[in-house]
């Protein structure tokens, strides 16, 4: 029997070492992008087929379009104009504050939605409380209503009183919506 000398014993145990290192590290690796291979397979499946999400977007517009119709249900009709100016002048009256200028509203068509806009602005001299409250009774009103801008000024002769212009719209429809 021929005896192999231990310099090439060492070499096939190298190569045997390297060649099972190369088998291991190849078996996860490959492992590893397989399973990153099928989860983005399924996520592309998953993306193709979408009915549910377009069915959840449906609904989504579908709940905007209600919500819109019912913000339109609740806007009173034109008819309650008057109502509405005599509620807003009696707001000033329960607020005790001093109406410098009468109220004049002015009517402004709102596109395709068959609303009208009345816009007023409302100038007032009072303490900070009355004002105050009368900008929460504003807000409270029922209806459509929107504070447009507000402007505040001490009185020059009395400084304790304060000057207010607030422009205020109020929507009113023309027709049922």
């Known amino acids: 029997m021929v005896q192999t000398p231990q310099k090439y014993k060492t070499l096939f145990w190298i190569c045997v070492l390297l060649l099972l290192m190369n088998v291991l590290a190849k078996k996860v690796v490959i492992e590893e992008q397989e399973r990153q291979?099928?989860?983005?397979?399924?996520?592309?499946?998953?993306?193709?087929?979408?009915?549910?999400?377009?069915?959840k977007a449906e609904t989504r517009t579908d709940v905007k379009q209600r919500q819109i119709r019912q913000i339109l249900g609740s806007v009173p009709e034109e008819s309650l104009l008057t109502l509405y100016i005599s509620q807003m002048r009696s707001l000033v009256d329960k607020n005790q504050l001093t109406l410098t200028r009468p109220l004049v509203f002015t009517a402004q068509k709102q596109?395709?939605?068959?609303?009208?806009?009345?816009?007023?602005?409302?100038?007032?001299?009072?303490?900070?409380?009355?004002?105050?409250?009368?900008?929460?009774?504003?807000?409270?009103?029922?209806?459509?209503?929107?504070?447009?801008?507000?402007?505040?000024?001490?009185?020059?002769?009395k400084e304790r009183l304060i000057r207010m212009t607030l422009g205020v719209s109020i929507y009113f429809s023309r027709e049922r919506v």
């Open 111 to 157: 596109g395709r939605l068959k609303l009208l806009k009345y816009s007023t602005r409302i100038e007032v001299s009072g303490d900070y409380p009355q004002i105050k409250g009368l900008i929460a009774d504003i807000q409270n009103m029922d209806g459509l209503s929107h504070i447009d801008s507000a402007d505040f000024k001490r009185d020059p002769k």
């Open 37 to 55: 291979i099928s989860s983005l397979q399924k996520a592309t499946a998953a993306m193709r087929t979408r009915p549910e999400k377009i069915k």
